[in-house]
């Protein structure tokens, strides 16, 4: 250590009169310091303090440079010498050194930089703002031959790439190129991995995702698989579910799925389609995870129902109501739900027996299992009164239904069901489905739905509630009045931030359920008229309107 006070002192003189000589056989001796015990090397440096020097040494003329750099790489691995780094005024000069032809210079300037930054978001923006991005993808095209140098850029592009203010300067540089070039002539995994480290957070953004496919990302991923599929070894297995992922990740794009569609027609499409039916479950999974991405505009949905796709989705579902994988099970009901929304789909897809398939995971405990059962279900019987009325009469169904909308750990799960509740009355119109939901204990549920926050939610339960007591008031009378539903009414009415159809569905329920005395009662003790009278001044005129006839019903009957 007293070899090294010397050293420091010496290079305190030396670094003023700029003797290259004696300055380098100072650095060398703190890199011997440095190598022997970091930490208390650190801080004597800092404590003599040494690092507001280093910046005058950081010429990239002078042969000293790589050793100045170094020492700051090997400081800066200590958190707490991190800030006195950046006060010392080293990262301007570090990153003019980015302009550098050696590429020792290059090396030892990126893991100085790196090593400064480590785990700053601020210190990375600032890094990004200085526009180190494009020079760094300059330096892997250039420079793509050398390993160490190559490896230092896919560690800061990993680090950068975390931050969303990155993401614009990346797509306006060729590193799609550049990272599809170094990955094909890549044979070991470790090196895989590290610029599969990189290509996940940058293929984030839309953009980047389509340069990513116009630069063959996509080939390349489909050799992987194709050349692990069958592996055992850990290193396939973790390559085969990076390069599927990504692949998944690529389709999110709106540009990059519609090219990689071509109309049906894509190579791409097509092996992706040879994944569904295969016997391993990540392949099995991505697969269907692309279909129910390429299922996000109608004519891509049309064409796959077309084409027999929902069949091969099918097969998949009934190999895994006894395997089952949840997340399969996941993937293959969205991607059936998403196919299912065009209206000329519906009928194909229930023909094909979607629904019975469907119903067999109702007995599943997973709730991401039953969300996408619910929505799928309710995405089928759409306009499909038919369905709606098969559906609606099933009294396991209707009883899961029930049992869910009271799953209040599980928000979404519990709002779908009510909505697919709603939508069996509101598609059948069938006196028996309402029956069937009264039976069950739905009707408290449907009352509850009415006050959700979402307006279409509110909605669709108020034109349930509204066929129910059109359809069989009767039977429905008991559970009106234990859900308080007219006093719930009154709040909807009552409440101005209600929406025009809110207000106009309420007073339509309210006229419905007058026929009950014990509902009408309710209606007379809360003065109802007062409300609906202020609403004939309302601006939508079909609520005006409606609320003219309502006071008329209301005053008639007091």
Known sequence: MDNLSEALEKLKLASTDSATDSVESCLDCLLKALANNNTEASVKIQEMGILPLLPTLLNPQS?????????????????????TCVEAGLIPPLIQLLNSTDQEVLLQTGRALGNICYDSHSLQAQLINMGV????VKLLGIHSHNTALTEMCLIAFGNLAELESSKEQFASTNIAEELVRLFQKQTEHEKKEMIFEVLAPLAENDLIKLQLVEAGLVEC?????????????????????TASDLMVLLLLGDESMQKLFEGGKGSVFQRVLSWI????????????????????????????????????LLELLDRHVEEGNVTVQHAALSALRNLAIPVVNKSKMLSAGVADVVLKFLQSEMPPVQFKLLGTLRMLIDTQAEAADQLGTNGKLVERLVEWCEAKDHAGV????????????????????VRSVIQGGGVKHLVTMATSEHMIMQNEALVALGLIAALDLVAAEKDFVGANLVSVLHKLLSDERSAPEIKYNSMILICAVMGSEPLHKEIQSLAFIDVVSKLRAHENKTVSHQASLTEQRLTAQS
């Open 63 to 83: 042969s000293c440079t790589p050793k100045v750099a170094n020492i700051i790489a090997e400081v800066a691995k200590n958190e707490f010498m991190r800030s």
């Open 133 to 136: 991005i494009p020079t760094l």
């Open 221 to 241: 991923l489909l050799d992987v698989v194709a050349q692990t599929v069958d592996g055992e070894r850990e290193e396939d297995i973790a390559q085969l579910k």
């Open 414 to 433: 519990m709002g779908e069901s009510n909505r697919l509740l709603s939508a069996l009355i509101r598609h059948s119109k069938s006196k028996e489905v």
């Open 277 to 312: 039916p295969s016997h391993n479950h990540q392949l099995q999974l991505a697969g269907a995870l692309a279909i129910a991405n390429f299922a996000r505009n109608d004519g891509n949905c049309i064409h796959m129902v077309d084409t027999g796709i929902v069949q091969k």
